[in-house]
Structures are given as structure tokens and as C-alpha cells.
Nanobody, 119 residues
């Protein structure tokens, strides 16, 4: 079983920045893909960004040029640096990791962290 612990959300003014973190723990052998998703009220959960074990990244068009995803493979941690935040970035942000434990493949979700962009 893999546990994910997220941190870094909060209230920020438009144009501000936040750094989200998500640490994975458990009987992990390898993590292939780590990513961030978000869900705004009344909307479906959507992809924000993903990063592979080889550091290839993928971003939603709405955050390209503003958000940066990175990972620390030693700490099994993924980060999301969110800059130039807009009110429409307000959502609960969830991290997701996919990989292998000693028991087989896994895909785990974090508990979510609220990001609110408002003046």
C-alpha cells in the first residue's frame, strides 16, 4: 500500500505563487509517473501536469508557462510550482503516482489540498 501526503495549498492573491508537495511512502520499488490533477466546484477532475521517471513532462494548456512540475526520486516526492496564479486556478489539487511495490503495480491518490486564488 502506498500513502501520499500533500502539502502547500492555501489562499493566494491573483498573480501570486504557491508550491505544492506530495510525498509517497510505502513498500515502493519504483514510481513511473507522478502527477497533479485538480477539481473545481461543479467540474470534473482534470489533469494539470505529469512527470515521468525520466523527467519527461506534460502540462495542461491552461497552465503551460506558469506551472512547473518536478520530482525528487530519492525522496519519492513530486512538486508543483504554481506561478502567476489566476482565480480560475482555484480548485482542490490532488497528486497521483503510478508504479510498483513488492506486491505489484499501484496507482494512488493523495487526499487533496485546497488552492484558492482570490483578492
Amino acid at each position: 500500500q502506498v500513502q501520499l501526503v500533500e502539502s502547500g495549498g492555501g489562499l493566494v492573491q491573483p498573480g501570486g505563487s504557491l508550491r505544492l508537495s506530495c510525498a509517497a511512502s510505502g513498500s515502493i520499488l519504483s514510481i513511473n509517473v507522478m502527477g497533479w490533477y485538480r477539481q473545481a466546484p461543479g467540474k470534473e477532475r482534470e489533469l494539470v501536469a505529469t512527470i515521468t521517471s525520466g523527467s519527461s513532462t506534460n502540462y495542461a494548456d491552461s497552465v503551460k508557462g506558469r506551472f512547473i512540475i518536478s520530482r525528487d526520486n530519492v525522496k519519492n516526492t513530486v512538486y508543483l510550482q504554481s506561478n502567476s496564479l489566476k482565480p480560475e486556478d482555484t480548485a482542490v489539487y490532488y497528486c497521483n503516482t503510478k508504479g510498483y511495490t513488492i506486491y505489484g503495480s499501484f496507482s494512488s491518490w493523495g487526499q487533496g489540498t485546497q488552492v484558492t486564488v482570490s483578492s
